[in-house]
């Protein structure tokens, strides 16, 4: 039953993303829908769920948009073990607020490299400013902007957070 609900939660991200997310922009810069989703699935559902989401995520994703699979595997498969990494390092058992920003953040601009690096090798004009100030910056604001109110809705309904060591979340 978790499996099946995860997989509907994936796919209406990704019809989100797709769908809904093109016709609000902040600034010129569209949310990463994927990337919150599974930062929050990792921090309150913990590394397992994600292991599934993320194939699912990637072939809806590749399905729908005109991104190969291989572009869509490299922008996120870092996601998990980098948030490992990030909380192994500080010695953290959970995931708080501050890490999920800062996963955030580094996740977005990551993503955004990821996609930016697909639009100059179709042809895309690689101009750095622009890429730092019109899409990096106000794309990373936007998505940490959306973790935060997606961590406050999750921890007023008082869903527990998980380690992302798979050690640690029992793996």
């Given at each position: 039953m978790r499996a099946a609900l995860l997989v509907l939660l994936i796919l209406a991200t990704v019809l989100a993303q797709v769908a809904i997310a093109p016709f609000f922009p902040l600034a010129g810069v569209v949310v990463e829908l994927p990337?919150?989703?599974?930062?929050?699935?990792?921090?309150?559902?913990?590394?397992?769920?994600?292991?599934?989401?993320?194939?699912?995520?990637?072939?809806?994703?590749?399905?729908?948009?005109?991104?190969?699979y291989e572009w869509l595997v490299l922008a996120y498969l870092p996601l998990l073990p980098c948030a490992a990494w990030i909380q192994r390092q500080r010695a953290i058992p959970q995931t708080p607020y501050a890490l999920a920003l800062v996963m955030a953040v580094g996740a977005a601009v990551w993503t955004r490299l990821v996609f930016a690096?697909?639009?100059?090798?179709?042809?895309?004009?690689?101009?750095?400013?622009?890429?730092?100030?019109?899409?990096?910056?106000?794309?990373?604001?936007?998505?940490?902007?959306?973790?935060?109110?997606?961590?406050?809705?999750?921890?007023?309904?008082?869903?527990?957070?998980?380690?992302?060591?798979?050690?640690?979340?029992?793996?």
């Open positions: 990337v919150v989703v599974l930062l929050l699935l990792a921090i309150f559902a913990g590394p397992g769920a994600v292991m599934v989401g993320l194939p699912v995520l990637v072939l809806f994703l590749g399905f729908s948009t005109n991104v190969e690096t697909v639009a100059i090798t179709s042809g895309a004009s690689p101009d750095l400013g622009s890429l730092v100030t019109s899409i990096l910056l106000p794309g990373a604001a936007f998505d940490a902007a959306l973790l935060s109110v997606g961590y406050f809705l999750c921890r007023q309904v008082r869903l527990p957070t998980h380690s992302l060591n798979l050690e640690e979340a029992e793996f």
